[in-house]
C-alpha cells in the first residue's frame, strides 16, 4: 500500500529565509504524481506544487520548489523569501494518474514565519 | 464558476442523529471524493465516485453512505453519529485525466 510520511510536524523559519518541509513516501507504482497543499487558517486546500514522477527536472514555482528524489522516494519542499503569508499547515500528497479522486496524504507539517 | 461548494460550513449533531453533507461542483468533473481531516493525520479517503452512479470505497469508509446521481453532486450520509466522526470534511472534484483535486471549503462536523 501506498504511504506518505511527513515526519516534522512543526517548523519555523524567520521572514525572508529558506526553510525546507520534508515527505517521503513509499510505493511500488512507477508513474506517480507528488504534490505541496497549503492549508491557511481559512481551511481551503490549495495547491502549492506538483511533480510528475516520469520528470526528472525538480518543479519550481515562483519561490516554492521541490527537491524530488525517485530513488530515495524522497519530495521536499523550499521555501525560498518566506513571507508572514506563508504561515499555514502544508500537506505531502501522492496521486495515480487516471485515478482521480484518491490521494494518500501526509500527516502535515505546520509551518509558522517569525517576523 | 463556483468551484467545489459544500453546505453546510459548520454542523453540531448529537450521538446516533443523521445528517446529509452536501458537495457540488459546477466544473463538470467526472471525479469526486471526500475526504476527512484529522489532527496529526491528514486527509484520509472516506469515498470516491469516478462517474455518475459508481462509487467506490477509499480508507475510512465505515459509518458513511455516498451515492452519486448526478455529475454536479455528491453528497455523503451519516447514518448514526458517533463521536468518532467529529473531523472537518472536504469534498474535492477533479476531471477525467486529471491529476490536480479541486477542493471545497470544508465542513466542521461535532458530534456530541
Known amino acids: 500500500a501506498q504511504t506518505v510520511t511527513q515526519s516534522q510536524p512543526e517548523m519555523s523559519v524567520q521572514e525572508a529565509e529558506t526553510v525546507t518541509l520534508s515527505c517521503t513516501y513509499d510505493?511500488?507504482?512507477?508513474?506517480?504524481?507528488l504534490f505541496w497543499y497549503k492549508q491557511p487558517p481559512s481551511r481551503q486546500m490549495i495547491l502549492v506544487i506538483r511533480?510528475?514522477?516520469?520528470?526528472?527536472q525538480n518543479a519550481t514555482e515562483n519561490r516554492f520548489s521541490v527537491n524530488f528524489q525517485k530513488a530515495a522516494k524522497s519530495f521536499s519542499l523550499k521555501i525560498s523569501d518566506s513571507q508572514l503569508g506563508d504561515a499555514a499547515m502544508y500537506f505531502c500528497a501522492y496521486g495515480i494518474y487516471n485515478q482521480g479522486g484518491k490521494l494518500i496524504f501526509g500527516q502535515g507539517t505546520e509551518l509558522s514565519v517569525k517576523p | 464558476n463556483a468551484g467545489v461548494t459544500q453546505t453546510p460550513k459548520f454542523q453540531v449533531l448529537k450521538t446516533g442523529q443523521s445528517m446529509t453533507l452536501q458537495c457540488a461542483q459546477d466544473m463538470n468533473h467526472e471525479y469526486m471524493s471526500w475526504y476527512r481531516q484529522d489532527p496529526g493525520m491528514g486527509l484520509r479517503l472516506i469515498h470516491y465516485?469516478?462517474?455518475?452512479?459508481?462509487?467506490d470505497q477509499g480508507e475510512v469508509p465505515n459509518g458513511y453512505n455516498v451515492s452519486r446521481s448526478t455529475t454536479e453532486d455528491f453528497p455523503l450520509r451519516l447514518l448514526s453519529a458517533a463521536p468518532s466522526q467529529t473531523s472537518v470534511y472536504f469534498c474535492?472534484?477533479?476531471?477525467?485525466?486529471?491529476?490536480?483535486?479541486?477542493f471545497g471549503p470544508g465542513t466542521r462536523l461535532t458530534v456530541l
Open positions: 510505493t511500488s507504482e512507477s508513474d506517480y504524481y
Open positions: 465516485s469516478v462517474g455518475a452512479g459508481i462509487t
Open positions: 474535492a472534484s477533479s476531471y477525467v485525466g486529471g491529476i490536480e483535486q479541486f
Open positions: 511533480q510528475e514522477a516520469y520528470k526528472q
